[in-house]
């Protein structure tokens, strides 16, 4: 098993800047990736980004060039960059740990955080 433990979510004008963080622990030997989704009131959970232990990266359409994911593989943690943030930012962030698939197969998202709010106020 593994647990994260994401960190750094809050309220922030539109505009502005947030960091998340999110720490793994337990079996690291069977996870490979990490990465975020997110859920806003009323909508279904969608993806935001992953990494690679690798450092390759994918990122959401609506999130390209505002947000930038970064990890740690020696700390076994991962960091959401939040830059130009909108209201429509606004959601539960959820931190993820898996496998990767294959080449161009994506992640296998096995464990889950619990969650932190994000607040792009208007």
């Known amino acids: 098993q593994v647990q994260l433990v994401e960190s750094g979510g809050g309220l922030v004008q539109p505009g502005g800047s947030l960091t998340l963080s999110c720490a793994a622990s337990g079996s690291i030997f069977s996870i490979n990736a990490m990465g975020w989704y997110r859920q806003a009131p009323g909508k279904q959970r969608e993806f935001v980004a992953t990494?690679?232990?690798?450092?390759?990266?994918n990122y959401a359409d609506s999130v390209k060039g505002r947000f930038t994911i970064s990890g740690d593989n020696a700390k076994h943690t991962v960091s959401l960059q939040m830059n130009s943030l909108k209201p429509e930012d606004t959601a539960v962030y959820y931190c993820t740990a898996g496998r990767v698939l294959g080449l161009g197969a994506g992640v296998r998202h096995d464990y889950w955080g619990q969650g932190t709010q994000v607040t792009v106020s208007s």
């Open positions: 990494i690679t232990s690798g450092g390759s990266t």
